[in-house]
């Protein structure tokens, strides 16, 4: 039996469909060196705007047209700060920590690595 989109009971029509990322973000940090830059930290802080747009264009095989618009409205700000420790000149152990402070979801999350230099 023949499929039925080559019988002609399935049309598809496309249409255009869009989208807007509308994204936006800044970042400012600060580092520096301590114990002779055997220690170096950073700390800073950054801002990020999501608000994206997106329009379905889209006609099925009964001639319905469906034009759904999505939309987010996403604001974060968020800290972090990150710092290395050279245990010698071929070791070092890292720390960072990632936070988004909200009101009804508070995000962190934080890594930790050991280094070997030895191989520079």
């Known amino acids: 039996m023949d499929e039925p989109q080559q019988r002609g009971l399935l049309r598809r029509v496309?249409?255009?469909d869009r989208y807007q990322p509308n994204i936006f973000g800044a970042e400012l940090a600060l580092g520096w060196n301590w114990a002779a830059a055997k220690f170096r930290p950073y700390l800073?802080?950054?801002y990020n705007i999501l608000h994206p747009r997106?329009?379905?264009?889209h006609t099925d095989n009964t001639g319905f047209r469906d034009r759904h618009e999505g939309r987010g409205e996403?604001?974060?700000?968020?800290?972090?700060?990150?710092g290395?420790?050279?245990l010698s000149e071929a070791f070092s152990v890292s720390g960072?920590?990632?936070?988004?402070?909200?009101?009804r979801r508070h995000r962190s999350s934080g890594r930790a690595g050991v280094f070997d230099w030895a191989g520079h």
């Open 14 to 16: 496309s249409g255009i």
């Open 44 to 46: 800073g802080g950054g």
């Open 54 to 57: 997106f329009q379905a264009d």
């Open 74 to 82: 996403l604001e974060s700000f968020r800290l972090h700060g990150w």
């Open 84 to 86: 290395y420790r050279n």
């Open 96 to 103: 960072e920590v990632y936070t988004v402070p909200a009101r």
